[in-house]
């Protein structure tokens, strides 16, 4: 089973930056939040993770609490073609991929 | 492009075919996966291959057969599928034991069952 929960639905006016929440408070130490997204029946594409400290990479930022019980995906500047399902997972760094288990996630509407 | 290519991109059969979906990595990874997306639910993962060995097989029915003869390549044989078997069917791969590990999917095979 999923060990998040996210919004099931998100809007975001073009341009804008779309913060997308990730709730994971049973998550334990050595696990890393990962962000998946999946536009329209293509297959999810990596975004980005992290451990604890925040993390930012050329599509998004990572922003994980203090206490690691939820976290943000950071969309600067979101645009017509982020429009996608986007997916948080939590997975421990200690066991192989089968460990890459997905929810519903938040589907994110860019709006004109 | 992922690095990760699957064939057929579409595919209809009828419930006495047989019929193979294809998946190839060219990132040289040592595990492959099948994971199974039905309308409207989230991904479901279907097997899983670590060097070229099954380690999972999340209660799959035995029409589904999965075949991976070597890192780069797996199949997944599908024989007297249901209608109810229609989805999307995603192949993934990643490099195991490596601490960042990430999951790479291929684009899909849109399965239609009639």
């Known amino acids: 089973d999923a060990k998040t929960t996210q919004p099931p639905s998100m809007d975001c006016a073009e341009g804008r930056a779309a913060n997308l929440p990730c709730n994971h408070s049973?998550?334990?130490?050595?696990?890393?939040v990962y962000w998946y997204r999946q536009i329209h029946s293509q297959g999810p594409q990596y975004i980005i993770h992290g451990l604890k400290n925040n993390e930012t990479n050329e599509m998004a930022s990572l922003i994980i609490t203090e206490d690691r019980k939820s976290s943000t995906l950071i969309l600067p500047h979101a645009t017509l073609r982020d429009t996608a399902v986007y997916y948080c997972i939590v997975r421990s760094r200690d066991n192989y991929g089968q460990n890459f288990v997905f929810g519903p996630g938040t589907r994110l509407s860019v709006l004109p | 492009e992922t690095g990760v290519t699957q064939t057929p991109r579409h595919l209809v059969m009828g419930m006495t075919n047989k019929k193979s979906l294809k998946c190839e990595q060219h990132l040289g990874h040592n595990a492959m996966y099948w994971y199974k997306q039905s309308a409207k639910k989230p991904l479901e993962l279907m097997f899983v291959?670590?060097?070229?060995?099954?380690?999972e097989n999340n209660s799959v029915p035995s029409r589904f057969s999965p075949e991976c003869p070597n890192s780069s390549h797996l199949f997944l044989h599908l024989h007297t599928l249901q209608p109810e078997d229609s989805a999307l069917y995603l192949c993934a791969s990643s490099q195991v034991g490596r601490m960042n590990e990430k999951l790479f999917f291929g684009s899909g095979t849109q399965l239609s069952v009639l």
């Open positions: 049973t998550i334990s130490g050595n696990e890393y």
């Open positions: 291959y670590s060097l070229e060995e099954r380690v």
